[in-house]
C-alpha cells in the first residue's frame, strides 16, 4: 500500500541546516525536503516566516488532495494549499496543515496549449516550451508557482501583448471543498472557471492541473536598464507615466525607483526612447531574455530581509506634485531598502471586459507597488513611513488593488480585489464552497455556518468587517499540534 507521510515541522532544523549547501535540500530525502523548506529559517516570504505548520504534506495527485481535504474536515485543522509559496502575505502556510502541490510540477505541450501539473514553477515551464518556440504570458520569477500566479492574475513582460496569464486559461482541474474532482473550462462549471481566472488562489478548491493557451516566443527580445540617480527621480517619473502605459504593446518598461537610482527596466521588440545616464541594453534569445529580466529585476527577499508593501492601480497619471512628495519621502527614510515599482498596464491587461473574468482590473494607466524592506520585523518607523507614502498617492489611485499582491493592512479588502466581480464571486462561493471550508482572513465569505467547526455565521457586511472576525476566527479554530504519522494514501 502507498502512505503519504505527514512531515512534523518539528524535525526540520536539522535537515534545514543541512540543506544551505550549496545543492538546495541536497541530502535530504524525500518528504523532509518539504519540512525544511517551511522551517522558519529557511522560508523568505516576510509574513511566512511568523507562521510555523505541524505538518506539511505533499500531494502527487488529485486523489492525495481528496485525501487531505477528507482528513482536514474530520480533524478540522487549519490548513492552507501551497504552490509555488511566494505568497506575499503567507497565505500558503498555516500552522496546521500545508498541502503542498509541489510534487504535481509535470509539464505537457500539446497544440497551441500547455497542460502543467500545479506544483510547476515558470522556469520549468519556459524550459519545456523553448524547443518549440513557444511560452505562456506570465512573470519572471523562475521560482514563482504557476498556480498561485495564474489563478490571482499574472502580469509579465507579456502582459501588455497577450494579457494576464489568467486570460491564458483554458482548463483546470479542482478539487472542491466536499471531496468532489471537477474538470472546468467556458462549457463545463463555467462560473468555476470564471472565478478561477483572477480570484482562485485558495478559495474555491484546490487546482490541480492547468491548461494554458501558449504564444510564440519570439527569436530575440531586447532587454533593457537605464539608470539616473535619485535627484532627477520626480522627472523621470513623471515622463514614465505619459509614455510607458500608451508606448506599443510589445514595450514592457517598467520603473523602479529605491531612493538612489532610478531605473527604466524590460524588455521589448525595441529599446525605450530615451537615454539613460547609465545603461545595459542587450538583445538575447528569448528564455534568456527571461533569465536576464529574473536575475537583474526585483530582488526576491534575501535571507533574514521582510518586505512589506502595499499598492494600488491608477486610472490617471499622478499629479507633479504628488510625484514630487513621493520621491522626495523615498529619498529618507527607515529601513534597509525603500522601493517604488511602476508596472505598465493598458494593452491587452485592458481589452478584456472587466466581467469577463474575475480579474476587474482591465481600465488602468499603470500599477504602483510600494516596497520597505527591514531586517526582522518591520517596527513602527518603518510601517508608518510606508503607510505614508501609500498616502500620498493614495487620492489619485483607482481603488483596485491586484490580487496577487495581497495586503493584510486593506480596510475594505473584497472590494478592492474583486471590485465591480465581488458579487458574483460571492454567488459562485456559496455555490461551490456554501460552508467556507477554503478561507483565510480576506477570503471571500459566504456567511453560512462550518460544517467543519461549526462556527457561527452570518457575518454580513461591509467586508471588511467580515474579514477581521474572519482572522480572529481563524486564529481561535487552530488545533492542536499534528504530530508525524502515515496514513493510506487515496486511490
Ligand atoms: C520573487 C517574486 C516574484 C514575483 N513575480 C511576479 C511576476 O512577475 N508577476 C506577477 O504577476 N506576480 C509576481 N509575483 C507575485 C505572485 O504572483 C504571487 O505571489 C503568487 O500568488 C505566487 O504564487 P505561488 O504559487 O508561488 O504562491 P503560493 O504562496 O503557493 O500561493 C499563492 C496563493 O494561491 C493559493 N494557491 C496556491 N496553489 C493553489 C492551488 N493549487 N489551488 C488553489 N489555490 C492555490 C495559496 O493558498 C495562496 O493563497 C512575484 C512574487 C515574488 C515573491
Not at 428 to 452: C, E, H, I, M
Amino acid at each position: 500500500m502507498a502512505y503519504l507521510r505527514y512531515v512534523r515541522i518539528a524535525d526540520a532544523p536539522a535537515h534545514a541546516a543541512r540543506s544551505r549547501s550549496s545543492a538546495p535540500f541536497a541530502g535530504i530525502p524525500g518528504n523532509m525536503r518539504h519540512a525544511a523548506e517551511f522551517a522558519p529559517v529557511e522560508v523568505p516570504i516576510a509574513r511566512f516566516r511568523v507562521i510555523t505548520p505541524e505538518a506539511v504534506v505533499p500531494c502527487r495527485s488529485a486523489a492525495d488532495v481528496v485525501a487531505v481535504v477528507g482528513d482536514v474536515r474530520r480533524r478540522g485543522a487549519a490548513f492552507a494549499v501551497r504552490s509555488g509559496g511566494h505568497c506575499f502575505a503567507g497565505r500558503s502556510s498555516a500552522t496546521g496543515m500545508v498541502m503542498d502541490v509541489g510534487p504535481m510540477d509535470e509539464v505537457v505541450a500539446g497544440d497551441g496549449v500547455v497542460t502543467v501539473g500545479a506544483g510547476a514553477r515558470l522556469g520549468q515551464i519556459y524550459d519545456a516550451l523553448e524547443p518549440l518556440g513557444r511560452t505562456i504570458a506570465g512573470g519572471c520569477g523562475p521560482t514563482v508557482g504557476i498556480a498561485g500566479l495564474t489563478l490571482g492574475g499574472g502580469l509579465g513582460i507579456f502582459g501588455r501583448r497577450h494579457g494576464l496569464t489568467c486570460d491564458q486559461l483554458v482548463a483546470a482541474e479542482v478539487v472542491l471543498a466536499d471531496g468532489s474532482v471537477v474538470e472546468c473550462d467556458a462549457h463545463r462549471e463555467p462560473d468555476l472557471f470564471w472565478a478561477l481566472r483572477g480570484a482562485g488562489g485558495g478559495q474555491f478548491g484546490v487546482v490541480t492541473r492547468l491548461t494554458l493557451t501558449t504564444v510564440a516566443a519570439p527569436p530575440a527580445i531586447t532587454c533593457f536598464d537605464l539608470t539616473w540617480p535619485h535627484e532627477a527621480a520626480a522627472e523621470i517619473i513623471e515622463a514614465w507615466q505619459e509614455w510607458s502605459p500608451d508606448a506599443p504593446d510589445e514595450m514592457a518598461a517598467s520603473l523602479l525607483a529605491d531612493g538612489r537610482t532610478v531605473h527604466v527596466f524590460g524588455a521589448g521588440d525595441g529599446r525605450p526612447p530615451v537615454r539613460g545616464e547609465t545603461e545595459t541594453v542587450v538583445e538575447l534569445p528569448y528564455r534568456e531574455a527571461k533569465r536576464w529580466l529574473a536575475e537583474n529585476g526585483p530582488a526576491d527577499e534575501a535571507e533574514g530581509r521582510f518586505d512589506y508593501s502595499k499598492s494600488e492601480f491608477f486610472r490617471h497619471t499622478l499629479p507633479a506634485s504628488a510625484v514630487e512628495d513621493l520621491a522626495s519621502h523615498l529619498r529618507d527614510g527607515p529601513g534597509e531598502r525603500r522601493e517604488l515599482d511602476f508596472s505598465p498596464w493598458a494593452g491587452a491587461y485592458n481589452r478584456t471586459p472587466t466581467d469577463a473574468t474575475a480579474f476587474p482590473h482591465r481600465n488602468a494607466r499603470f500599477l504602483l507597488k510600494q516596497t520597505i524592506s527591514t531586517r526582522g520585523e518591520a517596527g513602527d518607523d518603518e510601517r508608518r513611513w510606508l503607510h505614508e507614502s501609500w498616502e500620498i498617492t493614495r487620492p489619485y489611485g483607482a481603488g483596485g488593488v491586484y490580487p496577487n499582491f495581497p495586503d493584510p493592512d486593506l480596510e475594505d479588502p473584497l472590494a478592492a480585489y474583486h471590485g465591480t466581480n465581488l458579487d458574483r464571486l460571492e454567488r459562485v462561493k456559496a455555490a461551490y464552497d456554501p460552508d467556507n471550508f477554503f478561507r483565510f482572513p480576506q477570503s471571500l465569505w459566504t456567511g453560512a455556518p462550518s460544517t467543519t467547526t461549526g462556527e457561527p455565521s452570518a457575518v454580513s457586511r461591509p467586508p471588511w468587517r467580515r474579514s477581521q472576525i474572519m482572522s480572529q476566527w481563524i486564529a481561535d479554530s487552530f488545533v492542536p499540534p499534528v504530530s508525524g504519522y502515515e496514513r493510506p494514501r487515496a486511490r
